[in-house]
């Protein structure tokens, strides 16, 4: 049975979802300002092993990551420019065009890393209503006040009522020292109350009407929101990554207690963080790798590129709740892994079952049990990883003929690889191999004309020759003949 860490209760809990048969997640998506880099794989890989492996265990599902394209500002606290706002303005597009252009870019980097589509995909600003409503909740209910057209979450009210600070572990005093002091202060009552409804400076781009002021909401009140709208006032699983902890977490926990009296989410799950080459990532250290510029080899810190299977199994090879350190060397090891699990799974296709299974290889049939055992214990893909190369062994040593296996463990051992190598892991086993057989097809296919071209000459059928030589160099091919036939390029 599935047990998932909670990091509301910091231990492990046997996983019961609220409805029978269904689960209602919700993750954290992207701010659609700047191209997508490990810190964004990371959050959608961990989320979509869950997604997989709770449809795998039968669950329909119904996953919403959202796309935050309005609110976001600068110092992820209530000041400065709004993210998208500012990159609007520094590139002379409409707010909508920088976000479209982003999704699709996060879209594709999605895709690439074969992370499935969630079932929603709600924008912040498209629910704009629905959050002026939530505000006027938490309003209604005393817990937030305005000030100079601005609506602040009264955290010292509501603390008296509900534990504000329960999911990252924090009180009030931690969070006071922690507190930078910031323009606009003035404003609130407390430096650790926070923005529900901001009213917008006469610059600010993106802006709506609202009961308060013409303004646009804080970042926090969009997940409040859109994840009550499509999975109920309560739900299952709320997911992201551990810096999303605090403010953004605790701050939803406190806008739904505020508006509805009670906490929304049963089960708080977080990935841990990336560094690279022992760095926090950041613009400052120059390490802010993106997606693109791995798949491309185009960084000064990568030494090569990086297919998006690459990045996937690396990911994978750690515990979710570890933190990850990405260095060239690390994914050079990764990839030659994934090359050999490749290889296993290729050479698994292929065997020729026997009468029997040979006693030495029997252990492969405990193979399912111990990837479900993995995957049950809060989702250790890297002990799932392990078992399959454990039976990579077997499946070689059947290969070289040292032992044998039945027909029946020879499917379900397919199943099996089947089942968590490529379903629940998602990762794309057969892929390279399809294309490394298109390109040896096409490289023979070309050697076969050049090779006729050849016979032609030496029979003096200069009509054949020039005519294979003419339309292959139209098509970009550089046929250089020498002593002992030809060469080519494309
Ligand atoms: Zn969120």
Same mark, same amino acid.
């Given at each position: 049975?599935?047990?998932?860490y909670?990091?509301?209760s910091?231990?492990?809990?046997?996983?019961?979802? =609220?409805?029978?048969?269904?689960?209602?997640?919700?993750?954290?998506?992207?701010?659609v300002?700047?191209?997508?880099?490990?810190?964004?794989?990371?959050?959608?890989i961990?989320?979509?092993?869950?997604?997989?492996?709770?449809?795998?265990?039968?669950?329909?599902?119904?996953?919403?990551?959202?796309?935050?394209?309005?609110?976001?500002?600068e110092?992820d606290a209530?000041?400065?420019?709004?993210?998208?706002?500012?990159?609007?303005?520094?590139?002379q597009?409409?707010?909508?065009?920088v976000?479209?252009? &982003?999704?699709?870019?996060?879209?594709?980097?999605?895709?690439?890393?074969?992370?499935?589509?969630?079932?929603?995909?709600?924008?912040?600003?498209g629910?704009i209503?629905?959050?002026?409503?939530?505000?006027?909740?938490?309003l209604?209910?005393?817990?937030?006040?305005?000030?100079?057209?601005?609506v602040?979450?009264?955290?010292?009210? &509501?603390?008296?009522?509900?534990?504000y600070?329960?999911?990252?572990g924090?009180?009030?005093?931690?969070?006071?020292?922690?507190?930078?002091e910031?323009?606009g202060?003035?404003e609130?009552?407390?430096?650790?109350?926070?923005?529900?409804?901001?009213?917008?400076?006469?610059?600010?781009?993106m802006? $709506?009407?609202?009961?308060w002021?013409e303004?646009?909401?804080?970042?926090?009140?969009?997940?409040s929101?859109?994840?009550?709208?499509?999975?109920?006032?309560?739900?299952?699983?709320?997911?992201?990554?551990?810096?999303?902890?605090?403010?953004h977490?605790?701050?939803?926990?406190?806008?739904?207690?505020?508006?509805?009296g009670? !906490?929304?989410?049963? &089960?708080?799950m977080?990935?841990?963080?990336?560094?690279?080459?022992?760095?926090?990532?950041?613009?400052?250290?120059?390490?802010?790798?993106?997606?693109?510029?791995?798949?491309k080899?185009e960084?000064?810190?990568l030494?090569?590129?990086?297919?998006p299977?690459t990045i996937?199994?690396?990911?994978?090879?750690?515990?979710?709740?570890s933190?990850?350190?990405?260095?060239?060397?690390?994914l050079?090891?990764?990839e030659?892994?994934?090359a050999?699990?490749?290889?296993a799974?290729?050479r698994?296709?292929?065997?020729?079952?026997s009468d029997k299974?040979?006693?030495?290889?029997e252990?492969i049939?405990?193979?399912?049990?111990?990837?479900?055992?993995?995957m049950?214990?809060? =989702?250790?893909s890297?002990?799932?990883l392990?078992?399959?190369?454990?039976s990579?062994r077997?499946?070689?040593?059947?290969?070289?003929q040292?032992?044998?296996?039945?027909?029946?463990?020879?499917? !379900?051992l397919?199943?099996v $690889?089947?089942?968590?190598?490529?379903?629940?892991?998602?990762?794309?086993?057969?892929?390279?191999?399809?294309?490394?057989?298109?390109?040896?097809?096409?490289?023979?296919?070309v050697?076969?004309?050049?090779?006729?071209?050849?016979?032609a000459?030496?029979?003096?059928?200069?009509?054949?020759?020039?005519?294979?030589?003419?339309?292959?160099?139209?098509?970009?091919?550089?046929?250089?003949?020498?002593k002992?036939?030809?060469?080519?390029?494309?």
């Amino acid at each position: 049975m599935l047990q998932i860490y909670n990091t509301l209760s910091r231990q492990k809990e046997y996983f019961r979802p =609220l409805h029978e048969g269904r689960v209602g997640m919700y993750v954290c998506g992207p701010t659609v300002y700047g191209d997508a880099h490990l810190g964004h794989a990371r959050p959608a890989i961990t989320f979509d092993l869950l997604f997989r492996y709770l449809q795998f265990l039968g669950y329909k599902v119904r996953y919403v990551r959202n796309i935050t394209d309005v609110g976001h500002l600068e110092h992820d606290a209530d000041e400065g420019e709004d993210k998208i706002a500012k990159k609007a303005r520094l590139e002379q597009l409409e707010p909508m065009e920088v976000v479209q252009y &982003y999704t699709n870019r996060y879209h594709h980097d999605m895709e690439a890393l074969n992370v499935l589509p969630p079932s929603i995909e709600p924008h912040a600003s498209g629910h704009i209503i629905e959050q002026i409503a939530f505000v006027q909740r938490i309003l209604d209910h005393g817990y937030a006040y305005i000030s100079n057209g601005s609506v602040y979450m009264d955290v010292e009210k &509501y603390a008296k009522d509900f534990p504000y600070g329960k999911l990252s572990g924090r009180n009030l005093e931690d969070i006071v020292t922690d507190t930078r002091e910031l323009d606009g202060q003035d404003e609130k009552k407390h430096s650790y109350d926070f923005a529900l409804w901001k009213k917008a400076a006469p610059e600010h781009i993106m802006h $709506w009407p609202s009961p308060w002021s013409e303004g646009f909401p804080g970042w926090h009140m969009e997940c409040s929101t859109m994840g009550t709208k499509y999975l109920g006032e309560e739900f299952d699983i709320h997911g992201g990554g551990m810096d999303l902890m605090f403010p953004h977490h605790e701050a939803e926990i406190a806008q739904s207690c505020a508006a509805l009296g009670h !906490e929304t989410v049963h &089960y708080w799950m977080h990935n841990n963080m990336i560094t690279i080459a022992g760095k926090k990532m950041g613009k400052s250290y120059n390490n802010f790798i993106t997606l693109e510029q791995f798949f491309k080899g185009e960084h000064p810190l990568l030494t090569k590129p990086f297919s998006p299977m690459t990045i996937r199994f690396f990911i994978l090879m750690a515990h979710y709740r570890s933190t990850v350190d990405f260095s060239s060397e690390a994914l050079e090891a990764a990839e030659k892994g994934f090359a050999r699990l490749q290889e296993a799974y290729a050479r698994l296709l292929k065997l020729q079952p026997s009468d029997k299974t040979s006693g030495e290889i029997e252990e492969i049939r405990i193979l399912r049990t111990k990837c479900q055992e993995a995957m049950d214990d809060d =989702l250790n893909s890297p002990i799932v990883l392990q078992a399959l190369f454990d039976s990579a062994r077997v499946i070689n040593t059947i290969h070289d003929q040292k032992a044998s296996i039945s027909s029946e463990d020879l499917d !379900e051992l397919r199943k099996v $690889w089947k089942d968590y190598a490529i379903d629940i892991l998602g990762l794309k086993l057969e892929e390279n191999d399809a294309d490394d057989n298109k390109l040896k097809a096409f490289n023979t296919a070309v050697d076969l004309l050049l090779d006729i071209r050849l016979d032609a000459k030496r029979n003096k059928d200069w009509a054949t020759s020039d005519k294979i030589r003419n339309n292959l160099t139209e098509l970009g091919f550089q046929i250089k003949d020498t002593k002992d036939g030809y060469e080519w390029t494309l």
